[in-house]
């Protein structure tokens, strides 16, 4: 599918599965313990998460080069682009407020499972629909 973006460990690309549009995350291989403890710290993470605002992790899979793959619910632009970026939504002061109490709430679930989040910031903060899904547990 199109290359939604890329990271430090890999590339974001957008899917299908069961005729839903899916985000498909490739991890980069391996090169190191550092990389493996980072890529089964989000997968881990990732599967305990059952909250709105959070991205989900539907399951994961081997590529044909046997790359590990997350497949993802598919969301928008993260929150820098939509409020700095050339096609940038605008909010009244209601929706900026809804929209920061659904990041206290995701966080707040967070740490009541002992999960701090680590690399929070408005490129990991996704939307859909005007609505934040926190992502990038690694």
């Given at each position: ?16 599965y069961?005729n ?15 990389h493996?403890?980072y890529v ?7 599967k ?8 989900k992790l539907?399951?994961?899979?081997l ?11 598919l ?21 900026k ?32 629909n ?5 992502s990038?547990?690694?």
């Amino acid at each position: 599918g199109r290359r939604l973006g890329y990271g430090q460990f890999g590339e974001v690309y957008e899917g299908w599965y069961h005729n839903h549009k899916i985000a498909v995350k490739v991890l980069k291989e391996c090169e190191n313990e550092i990389h493996q403890t980072y890529v089964d710290r989000e997968i881990s993470i990732q599967k305990m998460l059952h909250h709105p605002n959070c991205l989900k992790l539907y399951g994961t899979s081997l590529t044909d080069t046997n790359q590990v793959a997350l497949i993802m619910e598919l969301a928008g632009k993260n929150m820098k682009a939509c409020l700095f970026g050339a096609d940038r939504i605008v909010l009244t002061n209601e929706e900026k407020k809804q929209i920061l109490l659904q990041i206290a709430h995701a966080i707040a679930y967070l740490h009541s499972k002992s999960i701090i989040h680590r690399d929070l910031k408005l490129e990991n903060i996704l939307m859909i629909n005007k609505k934040p899904l926190l992502s990038d547990f690694g």
